[in-house]
């Protein structure tokens, strides 16, 4: 496809489930990021891959939060034991270029509820 | 380290009528700006982008910044409001490995 796909769209979870969330960014490009975004917040940054690397996941909340990226390609993020806090926009974008200094292209996001 | 502010939550305009929504940014080197779009149910779109080419930066649909260094400011306008630009607006500042985000102003626009 020509953009970032995600998937599920939306997911409802358990508290205490695992959750997986998919990214298929957009072929080629070279970065990846996940974003979680609150209700009425902006998003806020979670992990960035450069192809397979994970060079930063300083914004991952806690233990329970697990991304990889294991061919350069698609990314998962899983969430282990959700809790209700975790529900939120899961956001996925990709960029052509090295780091964060030019733009990134987002999916739709996949919104998760923990009940 | 590097932050955003945007100092207005919401923005209420009337069709025709100017925008401007304001963002002042912190950064600790030269840096990359954008100001993104989200509309309802839709993923978030690049508006614009400074990258030190230019400090008057123009975007899609009509929409531009200008980059002040001096007052760390990087205020978005349109000169006449559509009411297709009813959506969330989000100014970034970019780092290395990551997009800081604002907490983003709501554009409301009334016929």
């Known amino acids: 496809g020509a953009g970032v796909s995600q998937s599920p769209r939306y997911k409802v979870a358990k508290r205490g489930q695992d959750v997986a969330l998919r990214c298929d960014p957009i072929?080629?490009?070279?970065?990846l990021f996940w974003y979680q975004q609150a209700l009425g917040q902006g998003p806020e940054f979670l992990t960035y891959f450069q192809n397979e690397a994970q060079l930063d996941k300083s914004g991952l909340p806690s233990d329970r939060f697990f991304a990889e990226r294991p061919e350069g390609s698609v990314s998962t993020l899983k969430i282990q034991r959700t809790q209700q806090e975790d529900s939120a926009v899961y956001l996925c974008?990709?960029?052509?270029?090295?780091?964060?200094?030019?733009?990134?292209?987002f999916g739709q996001g996949t919104r998760l509820t923990v009940v | 380290a590097q932050s955003v502010t945007q100092l207005d939550s919401h923005v209420s305009v009337s069709e025709g009528t100017p925008v401007l929504l304001r963002c002042n940014y912190s950064s600790s080197y030269s840096p990359s700006l954008f100001w993104y779009v989200q509309h309802p149910n839709k993923g978030l779109q690049l508006l614009l982008k400074?990258?030190?080419?230019?400090?008057l930066v123009k975007g899609i649909n009509g929409f531009e910044a200008e980059f002040k260094k001096s007052e760390t400011s990087f205020h978005l306008t349109k000169p006449s409001a559509h009411m297709s630009d009813a959506a969330e607006y989000f100014c970034v500042v970019g780092g290395y490995s990551t997009l800081t985000f604002g907490k983003g102003t709501m554009l409301l626009v009334s016929p």
């Open positions: 400074y990258t030190s080419a230019a400090t």
């Open positions: 974008a990709s960029s052509p270029r090295q780091g964060a200094g030019t733009e990134a292209f």
């Open positions: 072929s080629g490009h070279v970065s």
